[in-house]
């Protein structure tokens, strides 16, 4: 089974954070939800940091905005995921060019699509 964290994962279903955390369960991956308020989301434990998350990932997948993800790559570069997706929204051109210096090699792309889902096959309710 893959692994994925998504990092800025919400408990707000409107929100991608949520919609992609849904989306995964839903694809048959292992979902790690992240983001620093805690709790649950969608019935799962939400670590704080992915520095918490003490098993392999396979893909990390960011849903924060380019100035607090910018603030997270070196715990990216600490998970050695084989895949990191900036989704629409959380990328700019400082943290793509941060990403690449640190040897990460980003996607920008909706990594939900990516899975043969998409963000409106999941109710804002």
Request: aromatic share 8%.
């Amino acid at each position: 089974m893959k692994s994925i964290a998504i990092v800025g994962a919400s408990s707000d279903r409107k929100k991608y954070g949520n919609k992609a955390v849904r989306a995964f369960v839903k694809g048959g991956w292992k979902v790690f939800p992240v983001n620093k308020s805690g709790g649950t989301i969608e019935g799962l434990d939400v670590y704080k940091s992915l520095d918490e998350i003490q098993e392999k990932i396979d893909r990390v997948s960011m849903y924060l905005p380019p100035s607090l993800g910018i603030g997270l790559l070196e715990e990216v570069v600490r998970k050695m995921p084989c895949e990191f997706y900036l989704n629409p929204g959380s990328e700019s051109e400082a943290l793509i060019a941060q990403a690449k210096a640190l040897g990460l090699q980003p996607v920008q792309a909706c990594s939900i699509v990516n899975i043969g889902l998409r963000p409106d096959m999941f109710p804002d309710e």
